[in-house]
């Protein structure tokens, strides 16, 4: 990342700030001041708007901007120079590459066992006293302000004088950070710009913030030049009579109006603070006719356009993808004059009001974004932990060591000389390839650097244990073997054949150990927590229609997990199993979780069963509730399951089966199977009508060494309609489940809610797909709710290659707009309509199937039982339940990062160990210097820097819409090579250095050869073309 430092010392980044979304109107900044006045400058301005609404955006290369332009991550590269052909010797030696490993250490490096939490406070005090006696004669001032008083702060929130929100940093720029607008998802997110503002503060911490005036906040340079020219133009009349010019530059900002992938930064000129990352019109070649027709498309969306804002958002829960680096910056790194192709020099990498012409501060809120600064820190929710490597601070000093943060969202720190390891002075170069876990103890008011305790030695990077055992400590993962007293609350004959179900309990259950009921699960599996039974019914709508009876049978946890005992304790801490890719971490014992609760084949086993009355339509005319006790004939995976749905002719013999126990045939299972997925289809399409949402995102699935559990190979999950048909009546038990605890509890059922997207991000993504996409393909996509996204998005779906790789661009950049699912207790809500759930469109949904590995699942399941008579409710409070949820929030989204970041590392390592390795791609972003590339195999996004390719000249850069032209020298001679939204390239993944890195470039394609999806799409869409599927196919797949 190019970067410059600012006079109190700050390396700022020399990008610029993504622009924001419609805000309220505001004060203007203080001063006196009246109506814009008229002056030489402004008629002069005048006068020059028709040619510059006339002139159009022209090529540049590269060379022609400063160096530095581009945002380049830690771990990529600026724009060169020169370009010439370079050998694989001259990209090693490029420094975005170079390795910071070091030599091979020695053996007593390996033995070095670091204790830091022996460090005394008194310790703290000499290297925090050391820091500022080597500071005080360089830099005499105070980078971060106190923070306000625990009473001051409250008061502040109670007043309305201060804010408070969680606060999320840029892990791409962690200069940036942001908070929720309070005025909803309608507006642009506030920006915390700068160390100094953001205060300490570190990610995922709760913050109160001070809103700065309204001359700090950052200027949309894309709507503020909206604006500019429409006030002109109403002045002068031009507006009138020379509309379609108008609209042909209007639509140069609609297609500059981007969808922000994670990173809340824009171009540096562009200065605005966004979170999206560009996504232009993929079309370079377009004929007359069909810009006027795109053009005429975009005239009646001119009036609303913004740009995006609003901050990196989490996924949508649905478990998705886990890619290596999400796409992100801004289209441009800096914006040309007026987009006339020579570089803007840079300066800020943003603008605020205060630097705009006078006359200029009473435009509207919808060309601003607020701003404001870190006054307190409500709750530290940072564990202050991080991974690292250790370096001198300089070849002299011997007082203290410095700790860099792998992320790059945590400080350096300070590592008194006490702390390191033995000989660490004498040696550094034996410990430049070991990773250590270190954590923030003190963070001096003037220093950008924080004090850190040394907390272990973890051994050597790309390592599986040791990269995983430091994603686990920097995470407060709970790895700990159980307690005496949580074993202790266990059955006494707690194993497999001891344990035996009581009569006196038996006798309290419904007794469905005769019927036929079997699990589906994934082959590893060993927590089986849910099994299907199917029967036919006489009469299911107490008229004499026949139908059948379908029961959802979820393992009894809360039978065996008593509240407020030590082993509910843990259970509730923990909050969730935590999946990586080669184990498994827990919530429970695996006594519990993989033989007493776990509903194994032929063993009784306690449940809790939802039976449900059906017709072969799926709709449901009676449920029961109820304890219940079950005998699992069989456990099926996924495969035996799809096998029966693929193959329903096929008679199975007992070999290609697992063991079916009590005299159950293979044939019975398949016909439950079989009855089972009908009718699941029918849920389907049901849910799907009724405006359930569907965004798919790829899983990775890792095949492993038995021995050293190291990958070998690895592919996207696919999910089938056994996947499929099991997710179906999970759902339908949730909802079920969810309606009953909230009529019987109004005020303290524990639910799980989904906000609608942030307004602005889904309208401003619906308006690129308009202009960019869909439109110009004759398909509209209709983001107004769920329902019409749903209905919008089914067009693309289908087993061909084409209309898979559609989909997962638009699911991909739609899941950025969404918002998190989260558990709430209904007593903390205003009103039911703030239950509803976006994604399945349905008024009441909660987590009630998976009680072995969710602590919510276990509450729901009391709250039934509780509703049922089985036992007293509990006296917990709204206040209680509340943080229960919020607990299990932090926790399950915890899970998920950890368990997305053992895959990137897995995949690193994977490309370290067999690459280089090819995949095709499209490309998803275009920036001045580098782009953006979705490979289909892997649902991986990987940056593609222009300068680690080997070409014969400099590139072109274009904008609105953006693109690259590439030159090549190929043994066929010089190839031309255009890069633009949606080009589909051939990608080689290789690795760099430094453990579990890689990078990604491409092979050199023709013009001719890089078609984009939709030019594919138009080309299928036309009749008698002739053309069969597999055309398409060879252009997609590997």
Not at 236 to 258: K, M, N, P, R
Not at 435 to 461: N, R
Not at 534 to 546: K, Q, S, T
């Amino acid at each position: 990342m190019s970067t410059t430092t600012a006079l109190n010392g700050e390396k700022r980044s020399t990008s610029a700030l993504e622009s924001p979304s419609t805000m309220k109107q505001g004060n203007p900044p203080t001063g006196s001041y009246g109506p814009p006045k008229r002056n030489k400058d402004s008629s002069r301005r005048e006068k020059g708007i028709k040619s510059e609404l006339e002139s159009s955006p022209k090529p540049y290369t590269v060379k022609e901007k400063e160096n530095g332009r581009s945002h380049i991550p830690e771990g990529g590269s600026g724009p060169k120079k020169k370009f010439r052909q370079k050998s694989s010797g001259d990209l090693e030696q490029h420094k975005s590459f170079e390795s910071k490993a070091n030599t091979t250490s020695k053996e007593d490096a390996t033995a070095s066992c670091i204790n830091g939490r022996q460090l005394e406070t008194n310790s703290l005090n000499v290297m925090a006293g050391k820091q500022n006696a080597s500071t005080q004669k360089s830099r005499k001032i105070t980078v971060f302000k106190p923070h306000l008083s625990e009473t001051e702060v409250q008061l502040g929130l109670k007043s309305g004088a201060l804010l408070k929100g969680v606060i999320r940093i840029n892990q791409r720029k962690y200069e940036e950070a942001f908070i929720n607008n309070p005025d909803g998802t309608d507006h642009a997110d506030i920006a915390i710009l700068g160390m100094p503002d953001r205060n300490r503060a570190l990610h995922g911490d709760v913050v109160a913030v001070r809103l700065k005036p309204r001359a700090s906040w950052v200027v949309n340079e894309e709507q503020y030049k909206v604006w500019k020219r429409e006030s002109c133009l109403e002045k002068t009349g031009y507006l009138s009579t020379e509309e379609t010019t108008t609209v042909s530059i209007l639509l140069d900002d609609v297609i500059s109006a981007v969808v922000r992938l994670e990173s809340p930064v824009a171009p540096a000129t562009s200065g605005s603070c966004r979170s999206r990352a560009d996504v232009e019109d993929p079309e370079l070649d377009s004929s007359e006719e069909e810009r006027k027709c795109t053009e005429k498309q975009a005239d009646m969306k001119m009036k609303t356009v913004t740009g995006f804002a609003g901050a990196e958002q989490y996924p949508v829960q649905n478990e998705n993808a886990q890619n290596s680096e999400a796409v992100a910056d801004a289209g441009k790194s800096s914006r040309p004059n007026g987009g006339k192709g020579k570089t803007a020099k840079r300066g800020s990498p943003y603008r605020v009001l205060s630097q705009l012409p006078l006359e200029d501060w009473m435009l509207p809120d919808s060309c601003l974004q607020k701003t404001a600064e870190v006054v307190g820190i409500v709750e530290k929710k940072n564990s202050r932990l991080a991974t690292g490597k250790l370096e001198p601070a300089s070849s002299t000093q011997r007082q203290w060591a410095k700790f860099s943060p792998t992320d790059s969202r945590i400080p350096r720190m300070m590592i008194d000389a006490s702390q390191l390891p033995k000989d660490f002075f004498d040696r550094p170069q034996d410990f430049a390839k070991f990773l250590f876990v270190a954590k923030i103890a003190q963070w001096p008011d003037d220093s950008f650097m924080s004090c850190g305790i040394l907390e272990k030695q973890l051994g050597l990077a790309g390592e599986i244990d040791v990269e995983t055992e430091g994603l686990l400590i920097t995470n407060e993962i709970d790895t700990r073997e159980f307690s005496d007293e949580v074993l202790a609350c266990l059955p006494s004959a707690s194993s497999a054949s001891g344990w035996q179900i009581d009569e006196e309990e038996l006798a309290k259950r419904r007794d469905l150990r005769g019927e036929i009921i079997f699990t589906i699960d994934p082959k590893t599996a060993r927590d089986l927590d849910d099994a299907l039974s199917i029967n036919p019914c006489d009469d299911v709508d107490g008229a004499g229609m026949p139908g059948w009876e379908i029961g959802v049978h979820i393992a009894d946890v809360s039978y065996f997990v008593y509240e407020n005992t030590a082993l509910d304790e843990w259970a509730s801490q923990r909050a969730n199993s935590v999946y990586l890719v080669h184990e498994v971490i827990p919530m429970l014992p695996r006594t519990l979780c993989e033989e007493l609760c776990s509903l194994n084949a032929g063993v009784d086993r306690l449940t809790f069963s939802v039976i449900f009355k059906m017709d072969d339509k799926g709709n449901v005319y009676d449920e029961w509730f109820g304890r219940s006790v079950i005998r699992s004939r069989v456990k099926l995976t996924y495969e035996h399951a799809q096998d029966f749905i693929e193959n329903p002719e096929k008679v199975f013999s007992d070999s290609e089966m697992p063991d079916i126990s009590d005299g159950t045939t293979v044939c019975e299972i398949k016909e439950k199977v079989l009855q089972l997925h009908r009718i699941a289809k029918a849920l389907r399409e049901k849910r799907s009508q009724n405006g359930s949402l569907q965004l798919d995102q790829p899983k990775l699935k890792f095949a492993l060494d038995d021995e050293t559990k190291m990958p070998i190979g690895v592919s996207i999950y696919q999910a089938k309609d056994s996947n499929r048909l099991v997710e179906e009546f999970m759902l339908l038990a949730n909802m079920a489940v969810a309606r009953k605890i909230e009529r019987h509890y109004r005020k303290t059922a524990l639910l799980r809610l989904h906000p609608p997207p942030k307004a602005k991000i889904l309208r401003e993504a619906v308006m690129l797909f308009q202009i960019n996409l869909c439109n110009s393909i004759g398909f509209p996509i209709n983001g107004t709710s769920s329902r019409q996204l749903s209905r919008s998005l089914a067009t693309f779906r289908g087993n061909m290659q084409l209309l898979r790789s559609i989909n997962q661009v638009l699911s991909m950049i739609l899941m950025k707009a969404m918002e998190l699912a989260r558990y709430f207790c209904t007593g903390s809500v205003a009103s039911q309509d703030s239950y509803h759930h976006f994604a399945l469109n349905v008024p009441f949904y909660t987590h009630f199937t998976s009680p072995i590995r969710r602590y919510p699942d276990i509450i729901v399941h009391r709250l039934l039982a509780a509703s049922l008579n089985y036992c007293e409710p509990s006296g917990r409070s709204v206040e209680e339940i509340q943080k229960i949820a919020e607990h299990c929030n932090d926790k399950k989204l915890t899970a998920k990062k950890v368990s997305e970041a053992s895959a990137e590392t897995f995949f690193g390592l994977l490309v370290q160990r067999v690459g280089p390795m090819e995949a095709k791609g499209v490309v998803v972003n275009v920036l001045d210097a580098a782009f953006d590339v979705l490979l289909f195999k892997y649902g991986v996004i990987k940056r593609v820097y222009i300068n680690a390719l080997e070409m014969s000249q400099e590139p072109l850069f274009q904008e609105y819409p953006n693109r690259l032209t590439l030159y090549w020298n190929s043994e066929s001679g010089k190839v031309v090579q255009v890069i633009q939204m949606c080009t589909v390239v051939d990608v080689v993944l290789s690795g760099l250095p430094e453990p579990t890195k890689f990078q990604a470039v491409i092979k050199p394609r023709s013009r001719e050869d890089s078609p984009t999806l939709i030019e594919m799409w138009r080309e299928r869409q036309e009749p008698d073309d002739g053309l069969s599927e597999s055309k398409f196919d060879n252009l997609l797949l590997d």
